[in-house]
């Protein structure tokens, strides 16, 4: 909170970076959703064997798991109509499980196969004609920076609260 507010500001100022918080999570929830759909929709693909594994490779084993990343970005939705504390501080916590750490072992899993790619360009698993496990690096990044902007700002308005609430209890 910048110095020199006074209380009646200093909470204005709270509110409004509470909302602006709220809404930079929920667009980085929304483009996890879009993430997630993606990864439940070839995972479906690979398993019902809609379409052969030279067009649709099956899952990698980090995926499983990750399919549990959805409970965070929920757990983060539902802490916001009532600035809800607990929640907000699951839903942190819970994203370091069911969403950072399958990307991490995602990483670990995935190596060996982006090495042989890249000593050799051998490929062995494919999707719609590209390397799987090109493809699948880059969903990976993408997921680290969208989950990592999503912790990063999640502190910020678990900052922002703690301020708000300390003020409160000062009147």
Known sequence: MPSGFPTAQACLWCTHLSVTLKCEIKKLIYVHLVIWLLLVAKMSVGHLRLLSHD???????????????????????LSFPRNNISYLVL??????????????????E????????????????????????????????????????????????????????????RK
């Open 55 to 77: 067009q649709v490779a099956m899952p990698y084993q980090w995926e499983y798991p990750y399919l549990l990343s959805i409970v965070p970005s929920l757990l983060g939705l």
């Open 91 to 108: 839903s942190m916590i819970s994203m370091g499980l069911f969403s950072i750490a399958p990307l991490i072992y995602g990483s670990m």
């Open 110 to 169: 995935m190596f060996p196969a982006a090495q042989q790619l890249y000593r050799h360009g051998k490929a062995y698993r494919f999707l719609f004609g590209f390397s799987a496990v090109s493809v699948m690096y880059l969903v990976l990044i993408l997921a680290v920076q969208v989950h990592a902007w999503q912790l990063y700002y999640s502190k910020k308005l678990l900052d922002s609260w703690f301020t708000s609430t300390q003020e409160k209890k």
